[in-house]
């Protein structure tokens, strides 16, 4: 059975600073994506990694897949507010979803 | 475009009673999903369709949960006899292909707050 484990759960970040989010994932998998979810709203897709060494970014936000260390990052350079949400990890067609990351930002 | 639609955004309803979640899928995606969003549990699959067909039923609960999907389009999850822990938000989501292509990304809907009594 897939399992998807994030870490760390919550994450309190000072404006400017750096930050890595991490995903682990316990069987073998063509694929991973990072969605964002704000407050009361839906999920938004982030990035898709389909391969081995897979980078992606998207202006704060850049992604990375290790697939032999079942392992994908995602790390956030000079965190500003607007970042504040909780991310997700996900992996396989029918997704499985990791508990997420609740990520403040403090001025 | 339009992206994924689902209604209605929030229901209440008594313990036993029936209730019918609806999703729209963004136009032209063949695939369709429903998952559930709940404290205790995270986010979870519940069934995938393809075109008019389920191949993939696995998470649902129990058999008091179905769904269907009519004209390649519009999908309805159904509760029957609702009980208290069926409190969650559902979700929809649609993807261009079948769940075997990897590229294809999965687009949520705003979800269904469902709260049983």
């Known amino acids: 059975e897939l399992k998807v484990e994030q870490n760390p759960l919550f994450l309190s970040m000072q404006e400017g600073k750096n930050y890595t989010i991490y995903c682990n994932y316990s069987t073998t998998s063509d694929r991973l994506y990072w969605y964002r979810q704000d407050p009361g709203k839906s999920l938004e897709s982030l990035f898709v990694?389909?391969?081995?060494?897979a980078v992606k970014q998207e202006g704060r936000l850049m992604a990375s897949l290790d697939t032999k260390a079942r392992l994908s990052t995602l790390h956030i350079t000079a965190a500003v507010h607007d970042l504040s949400a909780t991310y997700f990890c996900a992996v396989g067609n029918k997704l499985v979803f990791g508990a997420g990351t609740i990520l403040r930002v403090k001025s | 475009g339009a992206g994924v639609s689902q209604s209605p955004s929030n229901k209440v309803t008594e313990k036993g009673k029936d209730v019918e979640l609806r999703c729209d899928p963004i136009s032209g995606h063949t695939a369709l999903y429903w998952y559930r969003q709940s404290l205790g549990q995270g986010l979870e699959f519940l069934i995938y369709f393809q075109g008019n067909s389920a191949p993939d039923k696995s998470g649902l609960p129990s058999d008091r949960f179905s769904a269907e999907r009519t004209g390649g389009s519009v999908s309805t999850l159904t509760i029957q006899r609702t009980q208290q822990e069926d409190s969650a938000v559902y979700l929809c989501a649609s993807s261009l292909g079948s769940y075997g292509r990897a590229s294809d990304t999965q687009y949520f809907g705003p979800g269904t707050r469902l709260t049983v009594l």
């Open positions: 990694l389909l391969s081995n060494g």
